[in-house]
């Protein structure tokens, strides 16, 4: 079976830095997505990562380990309007994408 | 531009009932995807569709049928609602299967009695 896992819910500082890990077991993997879901809203993507490393992107960065079978999506410089949740998802073979439950981010002052 | 639409954007229903989600991108993509969300649960893969005329079951699709017969419009049908179907769906579209980013409609938030 597929299996993907985060936190369910993480809190932070405004002005801090935040790191929310996705770790994978899939059957087969072509890249690793990172989406930003505001309440009540749609997924808006974030990054997509299929080889090893950092990929930077204003304030928000993600890192993926093939090997290891995780990744983490970097938050700096938090702002109030991050609070929302973040999911992390694996492009299969077939490319379809299996998704993880979300990480809720809240954010306080 | 408008993206993605989904109608409606809420709706109860009365269980037995025959529902249809309707779903329409002016991107002229090629992909399109159902998915439902359910509280603790990722998203869940429908159906989809690589090219108009094409569809192919995903994940959970029992109890749900699709069909493309352009490349704009991609309906949801419950033929018979249960109220396991109680859910949030959501259209979303990509250039081509293979492609790296959908985009997500607003979702619909399907009830069930």
């Known amino acids: 079976g597929q ?5 369910t819910e993480m809190t932070a500082t405004e002005g801090a830095i935040v790191q929310i890990n996705c770790t994978y077991q899939t059957s087969g993997f072509n890249g690793l997505f990172w989406y930003q879901q505001h309440a009540g809203e ?7 990562n299929v ?15 093939r090997s290891k079978g995780y990744s983490y ?6 702002q109030m309007k991050d ?9 299969m073979s077939n490319y379809q994408l299996i998704w993880g439950a979300g990480t809720k981010l809240i954010i306080k002052p | 531009i408008a993206g993605i639409t989904q109608a409606p954007t809420s709706q109860i229903l009365a269980a037995g009932r025959r529902m249809t989600l309707r779903c329409t991108q002016d991107m002229r ?16 893969l429908i159906h989809y569709s690589n090219t108009a005329g094409t569809t192919g079951k995903g ?7 699709v069909s493309r017969a352009n490349t704009d419009d991609f309906p949801l049908t419950l033929a018979s609602a249960v109220p396991s179907q ?5 259209c979303a579209s990509s250039e081509g299967s293979e492609h790296n980013e959908q985009f997500f409609g607003p979702g619909t938030r399907l009830t069930v009695l």
């Open chain 1, 73 to 78: 999506l970097l938050l700096k410089e938090l």
């Open chain 2, 86 to 90: 109680t859910s949030v769906y959501f």
């Open chain 1, 42 to 48: 749609a997924p808006t993507f974030l990054s997509y």
């Open chain 1, 83 to 91: 609070s929302a949740s973040y999911l992390c998802a694996v492009k």
């Open chain 1, 3 to 7: 299996n993907i896992d985060q936190p």
């Open chain 2, 59 to 65: 994940e959970v699709p029992d109890g749900y049928s």
């Open chain 2, 29 to 44: 993509h090629n992909a399109m995807y159902w998915y439902r969300q359910d509280l603790g649960l990722g998203l869940r």
């Open chain 1, 51 to 65: 080889l090893d490393g950092l990929e930077e992107k204003g304030r928000f960065s993600s890192f993926l380990s």
